[in-house]
């Protein structure tokens, strides 16, 4: 009897320190890079998220701060999130001041060693062009599925320079891959809109965020009616009354108001103007839920074209290639 309490209790002792170094080690695990507490990369903005998840695919978790239909002028993180950009390999951000509520938590992080890339400082950035934002850069990049390629060429160099554990063949063939559909993309985006003629090319959003669609595809941007580049600001019935008094001269039959934010001040415009002129949704600063019309920024910008070219009363053409087949999300 003796014996088999004296068994019982070395083999309780033995089964307590194997617990133990179980634990540590599970401890351990959860701190390293590639543990589940540690993304490999942080991402702010949901449109940067999708793209950053189709070239980095399975290779590293990928953690996005800004859910579907967030303002990123506006948003600010909890917490958590804080904590999760202090532990990144790589925080991949919008910059060019969009992200104004996030920003003192990267650039901190970036002071305390975390590598981050400011996307929008590498596309060529444009400078704001009506007198209320002379000078000041235009953070709305994506608008451009050109400077998007730009983009995805940046993302994948830091994503094999300072995540570990990936294998940087499968990220470059990724970003290959994503680089043809966005080639596809403006391809189809240029065929719809070559049946425009050019008086018909006149752009009034509710505020600065299509300059960069703009310019690549020959538009004309009249005015907004928020006369800002970010969604915190409000017109004047000044502001108002010379939107009106433009939309009148350039005869635009409809203007567009982002599908997230509330179209109060663009109908407000539409009493102002005296004229008949619709209001429209795009998705100009964040993606939505799947199903929502805009989950991916492929279908968002095709979402976008479509709209654009139909409210301006442009022909459909008779064939266009295709925009490229969109990644399935689960």
């Not at 799947?290 to 442009?314: F, K, Q, S, V």
Request: net charge negative.
């Amino acid at each position: 009897m003796t014996t088999l309490v004296h068994h019982r209790h070395r083999s309780t002792a033995l089964a307590a320190v194997l617990a133990l170094i179980g634990a540590v080690l599970l401890g351990l695990t959860a701190c390293t890079p590639t543990g589940a507490q540690r993304p490999g990369v942080v991402v702010t903005t949901n449109i940067l998220g999708d793209i950053t998840r189709e070239i980095i695919g399975d290779q590293a978790e990928v953690t996005v701060l800004m859910g579907p239909g967030a303002d990123p002028h506006s948003f600010g993180i909890s917490a958590p999130q804080a904590a999760k950009i202090e532990q990144a390999d790589l925080i991949v951000h919008n910059g060019l001041g969009l992200e104004e509520n996030v920003l003192r938590h990267v650039e901190a992080a970036r002071e305390s060693g975390v590598a981050a890339l400011a996307v929008g400082e590498g596309v060529d950035p444009l400078t704001y062009a009506s007198d209320d934002m002379a000078g000041r850069p235009d953070p709305h990049f994506w608008t451009d599925p050109t400077r998007v390629r730009t983009a995805v060429r940046l993302i994948t160099d830091r994503l094999i320079e300072h995540v570990d554990g990936v294998d940087a063949a499968v990220i470059r063939a990724n970003a290959t891959r994503y680089d043809t559909r966005l080639a596809d993309l403006t391809a189809w985006m240029e065929n719809r809109f070559a049946a425009m003629p050019p008086n018909k090319r006149n752009l009034v959003t509710n505020h600065h965020v299509f300059g960069y669609l703009a310019q690549r595809f020959g538009f004309r941007v009249i005015g907004v009616v928020i006369p800002s580049g970010t969604t915190l600001a409000s017109p004047s019935a000044s502001d108002l009354k010379s939107l009106a008094t433009a939309i009148e001269k350039a005869k635009v039959p409809a203007i567009f108001a982002d599908s997230s934010q509330p179209d109060r001040l663009a109908q407000a415009l539409q009493r102002e103007s005296h004229v008949d002129v619709r209001v429209l949704p795009l998705f100009s600063e964040s993606l939505t839920e799947r199903g929502g019309g805009a989950a991916t920024y492929l279908e968002m910008m095709r979402a976008n074209t479509t709209a654009i070219a139909d409210g301006l009363g442009a022909p459909t053409p008779t064939a266009r290639p295709t925009a490229g087949t969109e990644r399935k999300t689960p």
